[in-house]
């Protein structure tokens, strides 16, 4: 909706010079360095400002370019233009990490994985949805795997919602995931008490 009112790229930006700041305040009260992954829209994506916005997020929040992630879905990759390889790439150049979302959704040839410096693959839910139940998005999610790590990106899998789907993951060497299994949406005071929390678990577990 925001992309048809024409409001999406001012909402965006302050979208993304906002969680830039929450995330250098969580690291504060952890001390403990996190990564920060942001969605660009195509509309944010394509206008000449991007880089300038991304460059005032780090500035004013005071995180480094390593740890900011920017979300590119395939629809900015498939508009093969000057202006995104360019920003693509000064992006990269700045020490951003570039991860592809939704994986799958789009129409393209996988040329476009070795053309451009993206960290990270995401594959998109509806893979993951039946990964346990459907022989063809299990096959498809095990290739997506094998592929990205072929060209040495990292994998994340969206919408993990049971033990199962973890499973089968972990078991094909899946880097990270998210999805309603690990947590809900969560205001952010209740984010840094589950961070915490799960630092604590994770001392506690035996070795």
């Known amino acids: 909706l925001a992309e048809e009112l024409g409001v999406i790229v001012p909402i965006g930006e302050w979208v993304l010079i906002e969680s830039c700041k929450?995330?250098?305040?969580?690291?504060?009260?952890?001390?403990?360095?996190l990564r920060l992954a942001v969605n660009v829209s195509a509309k944010q994506f394509g206008g000449?400002?991007?880089?300038?916005?991304?460059?005032t997020a780090l500035e004013r929040s005071g995180l480094s370019a390593a740890q900011l992630e920017l979300e590119i879905t395939e629809r900015v990759v498939l508009d093969e233009s000057s202006a995104n390889s360019n920003q693509l790439h000064k992006l990269n150049d700045m020490g951003v990490r570039l991860s592809v979302d939704d994986f799958?959704?789009?129409?393209?040839?996988?040329?476009y994985l070795k053309r451009f410096p993206f960290d990270v693959l995401k594959i998109d839910r509806s893979f993951?949805?039946?990964i346990t139940r459907d022989r063809d998005n299990a096959a498809l999610a095990k290739a997506i795997i094998a592929?990205?790590?072929g060209l040495d990106m990292e994998v994340i899998a969206e919408g993990v919602?049971?033990?199962?789907?973890?499973?089968?993951?972990?078991d094909q060497n899946c880097?990270?995931?998210?999805?309603?299994?690990f947590s809900r949406p969560l205001?952010?005071?209740?984010?840094l008490r589950y961070l915490i929390d799960s630092a604590a678990a994770d001392t506690d577990a035996p070795a």
């Open 161 to 170: 919602e049971s033990v199962a789907q973890r499973d089968f993951l972990c």
């Open 187 to 191: 205001p952010p005071d209740d984010f």
């Open 175 to 181: 880097d990270m995931m998210q999805g309603f299994y």
């Open 104 to 111: 799958g959704t789009g129409y393209s040839a996988l040329s």
């Open 48 to 55: 000449v400002g991007m880089m300038g916005v991304v460059q």
């Open 128 to 130: 993951v949805r039946d």
């Open 22 to 33: 929450q995330a250098a305040e969580w690291q504060k009260q952890l001390r403990a360095p």
């Open 147 to 149: 592929m990205a790590h």
